[in-house]
Each structure stands twice: as C-alpha cells, then as structure tokens.
C-alpha cells in the first residue's frame, strides 16, 4: 500500500506528463497558425500561459496539498476538452 507522500508524487508525476503534452500541443498549435506565443492579449496564450505555469510548478509548495492537485486535475480536463475543441476548429476565430 502506498503512503500519501508517494501517492501524491505519482499524482504529481502523471499531471505533469499530462501538461506536457498540453504544453507540446500548444506550441506545435502556435507554429501551425503563426500565433505568437509572447502576444499577451491572445485569449489562446493567456490559457498557454496558465497550462506552462502549472506544468513549471507542479513540484512547488504551491501544488502540495490533495485539495491543491484534484484542482490541478479539474483545470487540466477544461484546458484538455477546451483545447480539442479549438484544434477541431480552423483556428482562433474561425469555425
């Protein structure tokens, strides 16, 4: 059986190869539609942004709590169901 401590780094570690693969879709996104991963003012990078924050930190104190990781879960099924969505579409702004 496992202990909290080392089932939470299993969580940790199956978020994080989840957000990577979010973080991969994004850029190879970003290259496909030449959108500009720096223009802040993009609604699509202001989610990047957010994915990358929770893929650099996941390992930080901030992410260290159940509560904290079943969040982490919850956003990572939004941004992933949000993301197919806008990859099914022909681009920002376009249906």
Known sequence: MMNKKDKMYLIK??????YAELVF????YFRENNIDKND??????KIFNITLDIYKNIYSLRYNTLEAMIEVQGQYKLIKQWFTLLEKSDGYGKK
């Not at 879709?25 to 190879?28: A, K, S, T, V, Y």
């Not at 802040?40 to 990078?45: A, E, L, Q, R």
């Open 13 to 18: 570690e199956v978020m994080r190869e989840a």
């Open 25 to 28: 879709g994004f850029l190879r």
């Open 40 to 45: 802040i003012n993009n609604p699509i990078v």
